[in-house]
């Protein structure tokens, strides 16, 4: 059985009032959460609630083990894998195939803060350029770079040890065959740390995320090659810029503050400071005016707040952040169809920044606000499908690809060439539901759908969602993902199961409680398709004792935020056995 911090167990009995039509939208209406002060409910075990501490001498070892499992498919990690991957394609040959007993002594770096000429051969998944030393046994970082590029460098840190040196970019001596100037559409680019290939066409940003989702399983997986399908194409972003629904610039706080004593008096601004993004491989702030990916209300909002902020800045001791985030409102226009209705889920939006874009459509007017307070409301749509959430709260910040994103999964969520003797799948188990993306695009594929997610402000707004959206069959429980397995309502031969982990990805408990369960489908959401291929290859290689592992059936990237290095991953699976 689950127990709720809350003071009772939730046990199957509980979990079918959750799941049978007449408790409504599945709100919980028995279960009474607010007679303790705990701000979510948690599942956990009864029997380890119940039972006495005693000294846990395995915690810090699971711990390291838990940190290095992380850092192994983390930004770092990343770069180094592309990097000795480099220096091994170029080694001399008869340093790769004769071992010497003997230590090559270190190369000769140039001094920090000196410039060089170098020339890119290769674009990590990181979206920095990569340029050998002259002796190619040294490598060097180089940003806002394509291959074949020779540039002027500023060198900025040396790690002799790791083989690489981190520079600044200076300026293009003799542009590469994929380098498009032309094609960069922000004055900060080569500056702000917030885009990494303006200076590539949009067709070549494709190929090269696709190239990283093939890296990161080749790297990353452990799998043979025979294992893991073609990648797909990367599905493209309808908008390559003005795509941007959520901007988050910030300042600093006033200098000295930070290295305050706790009871000395702060001292206000007196000038104001930079307002906007980092710079790339530093630690202050690129006063930005504009940011021409952030959709047309946020760019107008960024205008009209930083005005607001510069005008009040002596009222700041500390640093702070802006929330620019759009928010949707559509209004149905006159002579539309008598049966059009449009969905607001009875909402008001918050305030906001107090600029109004309209937008015309066949059946209504879209207005598009700016929210500014992160406990306020904002609005979105995805086709029909309405969803409002606490402007602050994580939702997907590129709307223009959402519909094609959904209907990929979609189409993808039941089997097409399913065994004739096979079971029909029938539910839905949404891991890391959040407001409910897709426990609710997806839910009229099934005949119940439940999302799951450890924030309780999350699951309030996907309830919401869910009435607003009139699908009475889609419930929400506030409940740690690690422990979702324990007593899942669903038989697992007929459920589909969706996760979508932060990019540290999957916990090995929640794997391992995975394969126990064995759902017959996975698809698997990743913003870290390094981490997606550490955990799809322990689902491949699955559990002997338990007779439970799966094949892939598809891997594809898909291009939320063009201009950068970043790219998501769907993968979908199906279970079989040894």
Known sequence: MFAFRVGFTLSRKHWSSILTPR????????????????????????????????????????????????????????????????????????????????????????????????????????GDGLALSENADHVYVVPFTVPGD????????????????????????????????SAIGCQYFGKCSGCQLQMMSYEDQLAHKKRIV???????????PELVPAIGDTFPSPLQYGYRTKLTPHFAAPNGNS?????????????????????????????????????????????????????????????STILLRESTTRVPKEGADAGST??????????DSGDVIQIERDQYLEEKRCVTDPNDTSVEYIDDYFFSNK?????????????????YIRQRALPKNDQPDAKPIKYLLDAYSGSG???????????????????????????????????????????????????????????????????????????????????RRVAYVSCNVHTQARDVAVMVQGDAEKK??????????????????HVEGVAILNKTTF
């Open 23 to 126: 408790t409504g939208y599945f709100l919980h209406s028995n279960l009474q959460l607010s007679h303790r002060p705990y701000g979510q409910a948690q599942f956990s075990s009864t029997k380890m609630e119940n039972s006495p501490k005693r000294p846990d001498i395995s915690a810090k070892r699971r711990k390291k083990s838990k940190v290095d499992r992380e850092k192994s498919s983390g930004f770092d990690d990343v770069l180094q894998t592309d990097i000795d991957q480099l220096l091994r394609k170029h080694k001399p040959v008869n340093e790769v195939d004769v071992e010497d007993a003997s230590t090559p002594p270190p190369p000769t770096l140039p001094a920090t803060f000196t410039e060089i000429e170098v020339k890119v051969a290769d674009l990590s998944s990181t």
């Open 150 to 181: 020779k540039v002027l460098v500023k060198v900025v840190r040396h790690f002799p040890s790791l083989s690489y040196s981190l520079t600044d970019f200076v300026k293009v001596v003799e542009p590469g065959p994929q380098r498009n100037d």
């Open 214 to 224: 093939e890296k990161a399983y080749a790297n990353f997986s452990g799998l043979i």
């Open 259 to 319: 290295r305050r004593g706790k009871n000395r008096p702060k001292e206000a601004h007196t000038e104001v400071p930079p307002i906007g993004f980092t710079y790339k491989n530093q630690r202050r702030d690129l006063d930005i005016e504009d940011c021409p990916l952030g959709t047309d209300i946020v760019r107008k909002a960024l205008k009209s707040e930083r005005k607001k902020t510069a005008e009040n800045i002596g009222n700041f001791t500390k640093g």
């Open 342 to 351: 449009v969905k607001d889920g009875g909402v008001e939006v918050g305030k």
């Open 391 to 407: 402007a602050g709260a994580f939702f997907q910040n590129n709307n223009s690809i959402l519909s094609g994103f959904t209907d």
């Open 437 to 519: 993306l897709f426990t609710i695009t997806l839910s009229t594929l099934f005949k119940s759908s439940l999302g799951v997610d450890v924030a309780e402000n999350s699951i309030v707004s996907a309830r919401e969602n869910a009435r607003a959206n009139s699908l009475p069959n889609t419930g929400f429980a506030a409940a740690d993902a690690a422990t979702l397995f324990k007593d899942v309502p669903y038989p697992p031969d007929q459920t589909l199961l969706v996760i979508d982990p932060p990019r540290k990805g999957c916990s090995e408990d929640f794997l391992s409680q995975l394969l126990t369960y064995g759902p």
């Open 548 to 565: 439970v592992r799966y094949e892939i059936e598809s891997i594809r990237g898909f291009d939320f935020f063009p201009q950068t290095g």
